[in-house]
Protein backbone atom coordinates (compact mmCIF):
# COMPACT_ATOMS: atom_id res chain seq x y z
CA UNK A 1 0.00 0.00 0.00
CA UNK A 2 2.95 2.48 0.63
CA UNK A 3 4.33 1.88 -3.17
CA UNK A 4 0.64 2.81 -4.00
CA UNK A 5 1.07 6.11 -1.84
CA UNK A 6 4.35 6.71 -3.20
CA UNK A 7 3.24 7.02 -7.05
CA UNK A 8 2.00 10.45 -5.95
CA UNK A 9 4.91 12.96 -5.92
CA UNK A 10 4.08 15.02 -2.99
CA UNK A 11 4.20 11.77 -1.03
CA UNK A 12 7.48 11.51 1.43
CA UNK A 13 8.84 14.81 0.93
CA UNK A 14 9.64 15.70 5.05
CA UNK A 15 13.16 14.41 4.20
CA UNK A 16 13.68 17.76 2.36
CA UNK A 17 12.68 19.63 5.60
CA UNK A 18 14.86 17.98 7.64
CA UNK A 19 17.91 18.03 5.67
CA UNK A 20 19.12 21.09 7.13
CA UNK A 21 19.01 19.34 10.71
CA UNK A 22 20.24 16.49 9.72
CA UNK A 23 23.63 18.34 7.40
CA UNK A 24 24.29 19.76 11.07
CA UNK A 25 24.31 16.63 12.83
CA UNK A 26 26.69 14.97 10.46
CA UNK A 27 29.44 17.78 10.68
CA UNK A 28 28.73 17.62 14.79
CA UNK A 29 29.08 13.99 14.79
CA UNK A 30 31.89 13.25 12.14
CA UNK A 31 29.06 10.78 10.73
CA UNK A 32 30.61 9.63 7.52
CA UNK A 33 27.38 7.31 6.53
CA UNK A 34 24.07 7.57 6.46
CA UNK A 35 21.12 5.00 6.52
CA UNK A 36 18.06 6.27 5.34
CA UNK A 37 15.90 4.50 6.46
CA UNK A 38 12.19 4.62 5.30
CA UNK A 39 14.34 6.23 2.09
CA UNK A 40 11.21 6.82 0.34
CA UNK A 41 12.57 8.83 -2.87
CA UNK A 42 15.90 9.62 -1.57
CA UNK A 43 14.93 12.75 -0.93
CA UNK A 44 17.12 13.05 2.10
CA UNK A 45 20.00 12.76 -0.17
CA UNK A 46 18.82 15.53 -1.97
CA UNK A 47 18.86 17.64 0.58
CA UNK A 48 21.95 16.70 2.29
CA UNK A 49 23.88 17.34 -0.70
CA UNK A 50 21.65 20.84 -1.00
CA UNK A 51 23.37 21.45 2.17
CA UNK A 52 26.90 20.48 1.03
CA UNK A 53 26.81 17.57 3.22
CA UNK A 54 28.17 13.93 1.02
CA UNK A 55 27.94 10.81 3.44
CA UNK A 56 28.02 7.39 2.02
CA UNK A 57 24.03 7.45 1.43
CA UNK A 58 22.65 4.20 2.36
CA UNK A 59 19.16 3.76 1.51
CA UNK A 60 16.62 1.63 2.33
CA UNK A 61 12.35 0.96 2.31
CA UNK A 62 10.57 -2.23 1.69
CA UNK A 63 8.33 -0.17 -0.89
CA UNK A 64 11.51 -0.11 -2.94
CA UNK A 65 13.16 -3.22 -2.72
CA UNK A 66 15.64 -2.30 -5.37
CA UNK A 67 17.63 -0.24 -2.44
CA UNK A 68 18.34 -4.05 -0.76
CA UNK A 69 18.49 -4.51 3.19
CA UNK A 70 19.10 -1.92 5.88
CA UNK A 71 22.32 -1.15 6.10
CA UNK A 72 24.58 -0.40 9.55
CA UNK A 73 26.13 3.44 9.36
CA UNK A 74 27.07 5.88 11.81
CA UNK A 75 23.87 8.10 11.41
CA UNK A 76 20.83 6.14 10.98
CA UNK A 77 17.82 8.56 10.12
CA UNK A 78 14.17 7.58 10.35
CA UNK A 79 12.12 10.52 8.95
CA UNK A 80 8.03 10.73 9.41
CA UNK A 81 8.87 6.71 8.98
CA UNK A 82 7.73 4.94 12.35
CA UNK A 83 4.26 6.41 12.66
CA UNK A 84 3.10 3.75 9.48
CA UNK A 85 4.30 0.89 10.96
CA UNK A 86 1.93 -1.81 11.76
CA UNK A 87 1.47 -1.26 15.98
CA UNK A 88 2.68 -5.30 16.23
CA UNK A 89 5.65 -4.68 14.38
CA UNK A 90 6.93 -1.60 15.64
CA UNK A 91 9.65 -3.34 18.11
CA UNK A 92 11.33 -5.46 15.36
CA UNK A 93 11.74 -2.15 13.57
CA UNK A 94 13.25 -0.07 16.36
CA UNK A 95 15.30 -3.30 17.30
CA UNK A 96 16.30 -3.01 13.66
CA UNK A 97 17.26 0.80 13.67
CA UNK A 98 19.27 -0.31 17.21
CA UNK A 99 20.97 -3.25 15.21
CA UNK A 100 22.38 -0.90 12.20
CA UNK A 101 23.12 2.47 14.36
CA UNK A 102 26.74 3.01 15.10
CA UNK A 103 26.68 6.12 16.58
CA UNK A 104 23.38 8.13 16.44
CA UNK A 105 20.12 8.08 15.20
CA UNK A 106 17.96 11.11 14.31
CA UNK A 107 14.11 9.82 14.54
CA UNK A 108 11.36 12.11 13.61
CA UNK A 109 7.36 11.36 14.28
CA UNK A 110 4.19 12.44 13.26
CA UNK A 111 1.93 11.91 15.79
CA UNK A 112 -1.14 13.26 14.11
CA UNK A 113 -3.37 11.69 11.65
CA UNK A 114 -2.38 11.97 7.72
CA UNK A 115 -3.73 13.52 4.40
CA UNK A 116 -3.75 10.06 3.06
CA UNK A 117 -5.38 6.97 3.63
CA UNK A 118 -4.20 3.73 2.79
CA UNK A 119 -5.96 1.71 -0.20
CA UNK A 120 -7.65 -0.27 2.34
CA UNK A 121 -9.32 2.62 4.09
CA UNK A 122 -7.46 3.11 6.92
CA UNK A 123 -5.34 6.76 7.67
CA UNK A 124 -1.92 6.19 6.48
CA UNK A 125 -0.29 7.07 10.06
CA UNK A 126 -0.71 3.49 11.32
CA UNK A 127 0.16 5.02 14.83
CA UNK A 128 -1.50 8.25 16.28
CA UNK A 129 0.05 8.58 19.70
CA UNK A 130 1.52 11.70 21.47
CA UNK A 131 4.96 12.16 22.86
CA UNK A 132 4.59 10.61 26.70
CA UNK A 133 3.31 6.78 24.30
CA UNK A 134 6.76 6.89 21.63
CA UNK A 135 9.24 7.57 24.53
CA UNK A 136 9.19 4.55 26.30
CA UNK A 137 9.00 2.77 23.37
CA UNK A 138 11.99 4.41 21.78
CA UNK A 139 13.95 4.64 24.85
CA UNK A 140 13.82 0.67 25.09
CA UNK A 141 16.52 1.09 22.40
CA UNK A 142 18.10 4.52 22.21
CA UNK A 143 19.02 6.54 24.38
CA UNK A 144 17.77 10.11 23.51
CA UNK A 145 20.40 12.96 23.87
CA UNK A 146 17.64 15.48 22.12
CA UNK A 147 13.95 15.41 22.11
CA UNK A 148 12.32 18.39 20.02
CA UNK A 149 8.66 19.26 19.49
CA UNK A 150 8.73 20.61 15.91
CA UNK A 151 6.78 20.70 12.92
CA UNK A 152 8.45 21.01 9.69
CA UNK A 153 6.60 22.26 6.87
CA UNK A 154 3.47 22.86 8.52
Known sequence: MQQQLHENPQ???ASFGFAPMVAELIRQSGA???SDYGAGKKNLQVGLKNAGVFPEYKPYDPAFPEYG???SADLVCC???LEHIEPELLDNVLADLASITHKV???SIHMTPAGKTL??????HLIQEQTSWWLPRVCKYFDIVQLQLHNVGG
Do not use: H, L
Request: proline fraction near 5%; glycine fraction near 14%.
Open 69 to 71: DPR
Open 105 to 107: GFF
Open 32 to 34: KSV
Open 11 to 13: YGT
Open 119 to 124: SDGRNA
Open 79 to 81: IDV
